[in-house]
């Protein structure tokens, strides 16, 4: 069966300041994996997704994740956080058929904060 | 990309009643879904809204509690039904935009809230 975890509920950083959100999923078969965000009262909105290309992938507003099979991990990182990130965040991993079948399994959610 | 829009973006209804969502996406889509997000739990997809056939439920979902309908391809309804406290919930709709690289895109979601 496919799984994920965030690791973290809530993570706080200070503007201007990496940001790590971590994820690890578990998978029987080669899996595709997103992250989305959603901001107050909006959508969910597709910042990345691995799906068995390049294992560092880079997305939308400087977020990067990198899979690494090895550790089952495909944590999320920015360089520098910006106010504007202040959102949740959510891991997602495809089930068979992939994410086109709608089969997404989603992680809990890390809400990321950002003090000025 | 997409704009997925949501009707009503919040109510609060009373136990036993009924209430019904409208999704509506403003592109041709491949397929369109309901998720639901239960306070503080990840979203759960309950069905997958077929064009001019029964929806497609998960393990758990029925389609008494939770009738579908989609009659074109860009628009879609979720009842929830009888309702109960224990529908309190957020309920998403999402899409995959034809020629978009099957990228699922979602709607605001709507808040409901059982007394």
């Known amino acids: 069966a496919q799984s994920v975890t965030q690791l973290d509920s809530h993570v706080s950083v200070s503007e201007g300041t990496p940001v790590l959100l971590r994820c690890n999923y578990s998978?029987?078969?080669?899996?595709?994996l997103f992250w989305y965000v959603q901001h107050p009262n909006k959508g969910l909105q597709l910042l990345l997704k691995?799906?068995?290309?390049?294992?560092l992938v880079k997305g939308i507003n400087g977020f990067e994740a990198e899979f690494k099979k090895s550790e089952t991990s495909f944590h999320l990182t920015k360089p520098s956080a910006h106010m504007s990130d202040a959102a949740e965040y959510f891991c997602?991993?495809?089930?068979?058929?992939?994410?086109?079948?709608?089969?997404?399994?989603f992680g809990k959610g890390t809400k990321l904060s950002v003090k000025p | 990309s997409a704009v997925i829009s949501q009707k009503p973006s919040r109510d609060i209804c009373q136990r036993g009643t009924s209430l019904t969502i409208q999704c509506q996406v403003d592109?041709?889509?491949?397929?369109m879904f309901w998720y639901r997000q239960q306070p503080g739990q990840s979203l759960t997809l309950i069905a997958t809204?077929?064009?001019?056939?029964?929806?497609?439920?998960e393990s758990g979902f029925v389609i008494d509690k939770f009738p579908i309908s989609r009659p074109n391809l860009t628009f879609s309804t979720l009842t929830v039904s009888n309702m109960s406290p224990e529908d309190s919930s957020i309920y998403l709709c999402s899409a995959v935009i034809q020629g978009a690289g099957y990228e699922q895109y979602f709607g605001p979601g709507t808040r409901l809230t059982v007394t």
């Open positions: 997602v991993v495809s089930a068979p058929g992939g994410g086109s079948q709608g089969n997404l399994i």
């Open positions: 809204a077929n064009q001019g056939s029964e929806a497609t439920y």
């Open positions: 691995y799906t068995s290309a390049a294992t």
């Open positions: 998978s029987s078969y080669s899996p595709s």
């Open positions: 592109s041709q889509v491949t397929m």
